[in-house]
């Protein structure tokens, strides 16, 4: 059973915007810290923004800060990454994380995530 599934990812045009959401299924992700990360061809999987358990601390990788904005909803186990102003270098898998039950604070480290979706592909063309 795979633990969190992402969607909402689809072929945007620069400057445009999309709004991916995460599932979970394998437990109650509402006492983790949750992420987002993106991985390009030929690339590493880098981070690009994780919320703490309650939703109030969020920390963002450098080149999104300003456009991306990511939110949770612990009622529905989802998680969401609202994206603003898209270039072609945001084209990417992007995957959904969460860290170990009762971390609650946000990491920037991909080792920090224990659950992970199988992604869902944004492709932003110029």
């Known amino acids: 059973q795979v633990p969190l599934a992402e969607s909402g990812g689809r072929s945007v045009q620069a400057g445009g915007s999309l709004r991916l959401s995460c599932v979970g299924s394998?437990?109650?992700?509402?006492?983790?810290?949750m992420g987002w990360f993106r991985q390009a061809p030929g690339k590493e999987r880098e981070f690009v923004a994780s919320?703490?358990?309650?939703?109030?601390?969020?920390t963002y990788a450098d080149s999104v800060k300003g456009r991306f904005a990511i939110s949770r909803d612990n009622a529905k186990n989802t998680l969401h990454l609202q994206m603003n102003s898209l270039k072609s270098e945001d084209t990417a898998m992007y995957y959904c994380?969460?860290?170990?039950?009762?971390?609650?604070?946000?990491?920037?480290?991909?080792?920090?995530?224990?659950?992970w979706g199988q992604g869902t592909q944004v492709t932003v063309s110029s």
């Open positions: 994380a969460a860290r170990p039950q009762l971390y609650t604070e946000t990491s920037s480290s991909v080792m920090g995530y224990d659950d």
């Open positions: 394998l437990r109650n992700y509402g006492d983790s810290a």
């Open positions: 919320i703490n358990w309650i939703g109030f601390s969020t």
